[in-house]
């Protein structure tokens, strides 16, 4: 069935550092793949996603790029804030039809520290 | 516009008694999901609609789960007998077509404490 594996965390970083948050992904067919954050004490939301091999998502000066060969979709930020402290969660949606669940990883938690 | 609300927001309850959790997805969302987050996991799927069917239910880790949605709007989560282990955060997304690309939007979810 359909998996994905974060980098463990947690992971702290001093402000304006780079950030590499790792996914790796198992699927059929061609998913649709996602980062979502979960900030303290809010909801579970989206922050970018990419449909289609090559694609490239972006918000907030995160991005990820969907790479087929490598089953990957990493997140990357050049220079990190204290308000990017959050959980990151990576997650898939593998079927065309008949609703498609998301299957998640386990979530990394990033903390920024000024 | 208002997004996906979730009721209560906590519950504490003790151990056989049965719970009810509410979601009222984003209005005209037409798909609505369930997941339940147990501390320091991932989220694990739990039960998909479509309008007010529920084309899959794998997801529900027992019989004692069951969910239903009316109207194509509001659904519940009926938790029967709980157990400590049914101790989670559980979470209602929606999304307004059920394909690989739309995007489900949570709800901030309901914390349940099993004693």
């Known amino acids: 069935g359909d998996s994905v594996t974060q980098m463990e965390g947690p992971v702290t970083l001093s402000e304006e550092a780079f950030l590499t948050i790792n996914c790796t992904y198992t699927?059929?067919?061609?998913?649709?793949l996602f980062w979502y954050v979960q900030y303290p004490g809010e909801g579970l939301q989206l922050l970018l996603k990419a449909t289609k091999a090559d694609d490239k998502g972006s918000n907030k000066g995160f991005e990820a790029t969907y790479r087929k060969e490598t089953t990957s979709f990493h997140l990357e930020k050049g220079s990190v804030q204290v308000s990017d402290s959050a959980v990151y969660f990576c997650a898939l949606s593998g079927r065309e039809t008949s609703g498609s669940r998301l299957t998640f990883g386990e979530g990394t938690q990033l903390t920024v520290n000024p | 516009g208002a997004g996906v609300s979730q009721s209560p927001s906590n519950k504490v309850t003790e151990k056989g008694k049965d719970v009810e959790l509410r979601c009222d997805p984003i209005s005209g969302h037409t798909a609505l999901y369930w997941y339940r987050q147990r501390l320091g996991q991932g989220l694990e799927f739990l039960i998909y609609?479509?309008?007010?069917?529920?084309?899959?239910k794998s997801g529900l880790p027992s019989d004692r789960f069951s969910a239903e949605r009316t109207g194509e709007s509001v659904s519940t989560l009926t938790i029967q007998r709980t157990q400590q282990e049914d101790s989670a955060v559980y979470l209602c997304?929606?999304?307004?077509?059920?394909?690989?690309?739309?995007?489900?939007?949570f709800g901030p979810g309901t914390r349940l404490t099993v004693l």
């Open positions: 997304a929606s999304s307004l077509v059920s394909g690989r690309t739309d995007t489900q939007y």
């Open positions: 609609f479509q309008g007010n069917s529920a084309p899959d």
């Open positions: 699927a059929t067919g061609y998913p649709s």
